[in-house]
C-alpha cells in the first residue's frame, strides 16, 4: 500500500533562506508526483507536476526534483518570503490499484518570518 | 471559467439535512474530482468523472452520499441526512485530459466547507 511522508511536519525560517521540503513514498511504481500550496481556509494551488520519466520541474523561486527509485522528491524553495507560508502538500498517482486517486502526504506547514 | 468554481464556500447544516455543493470545473476540462478534508489532514478522495461518466465512486463514505455531472461540465455533490461526522472542507478538482484514466495536473477550487450541527 503506498504511503506518502512529509518531513518536517513543520518549518520556521527568516525571510531570504532558501530552504528544502521532503516527501517520501513508498511505491516507486508511480505515475506522476505533484506539490501543491494550501493557505488556511483555501484550496490547494497546484505548484508543480513531475511526471515518472521526468527529473524535475522548475517554476519561479521553486525547483521540484524526483528521483523514483529511491522514492523520494525535494521541493526546493529559492530565497524564500513571508508570502510563502503556507502548508505544501505532494500526492502522487499510483500505476497500481486505483490511478484515477492522489495518495497524499499530510503536508508541512511553513513559516517564513520577516 | 478562469478557475475552478465552488459555492457554497461555507455551510452549516442541521443534522438530518441534506445539502448541495455545487463545483464548476474550468472550461474544457474533460476529469472532475471530488475530495473529502478534514482539519489537520490530507484530502481523501470521494469520487471521479470523465466527463459526464462517473467512472469511480469507491470513495465515497455511504450510501447517503451522490455526485452527478449530468452535462459533463458541472458536478453536484449532494449528501442527505447529514451526520456531524460529516463535517469537512468538499474539494473539488478538474483535469485537462488524463491518460489511460491517470489525471494530470489537478486545478482545486477552493472548497466548500460544510459544518452540521
Known amino acids: 500500500k503506498q504511503e506518502v511522508t512529509q518531513i518536517p511536519a513543520a518549518l520556521s525560517v527568516p525571510e531570504g533562506e532558501n530552504l528544502v521540503l521532503n516527501c517520501s513514498f513508498t511505491?516507486?511504481?508511480?505515475?506522476?508526483l505533484q506539490w501543491f500550496r494550501q493557505d488556511p481556509g483555501k484550496g490547494l494551488t497546484s505548484l508543480l507536476l513531475?511526471?515518472?520519466s521526468q527529473r524535475e520541474q522548475t517554476s519561479g523561486r521553486l525547483n521540484a526534483s524526483l528521483d523514483k527509485s529511491s522514492g523520494r522528491s525535494t521541493l526546493y524553495i529559492a530565497a524564500s518570503q513571508p508570502g510563502d507560508s503556507a502548508t505544501y502538500l505532494c500526492?502522487?498517482?499510483?500505476?497500481?490499484?486505483?490511478?484515477?486517486?492522489?495518495?497524499w502526504g499530510l503536508g508541512t506547514s511553513l513559516a517564513v518570518n520577516p | 471559467g478562469a478557475g475552478v468554481s465552488q459555492s457554497p464556500r461555507y455551510k452549516v447544516a442541521k443534522r438530518g439535512q441534506d445539502v448541495a455543493l455545487r463545483c464548476d470545473p474550468i472550461s474544457g476540462h474533460v476529469s472532475l474530482f471530488w475530495y473529502q478534508q478534514a482539519l489537520g489532514q490530507g484530502p481523501e478522495f470521494l469520487t471521479y468523472f470523465q466527463n459526464e461518466a462517473q467512472l469511480d465512486k469507491s470513495g465515497l463514505p455511504s450510501d447517503r452520499f451522490f455526485a452527478e455531472r449530468p452535462e459533463g461540465s458541472v458536478s453536484t455533490l449532494k449528501i442527505q441526512r447529514t451526520q456531524q461526522e460529516d463535517s469537512a472542507v468538499y474539494l473539488c478538482?478538474?483535469?485537462?485530459?488524463?491518460?489511460?484514466?491517470?489525471?494530470?495536473?489537478?486545478?482545486f477550487g477552493e472548497g466548500s466547507r460544510l459544518t452540521v450541527l
Open positions: 478538482a478538474s483535469s485537462n485530459g488524463t491518460l489511460a484514466g491517470v489525471p494530470g495536473e489537478l486545478f
Open positions: 500526492a502522487v498517482v499510483n500505476r497500481t490499484g486505483n490511478n484515477r486517486k492522489l495518495i
Open positions: 513531475i511526471q515518472s
Open positions: 511505491d516507486s511504481a508511480i505515475y506522476n
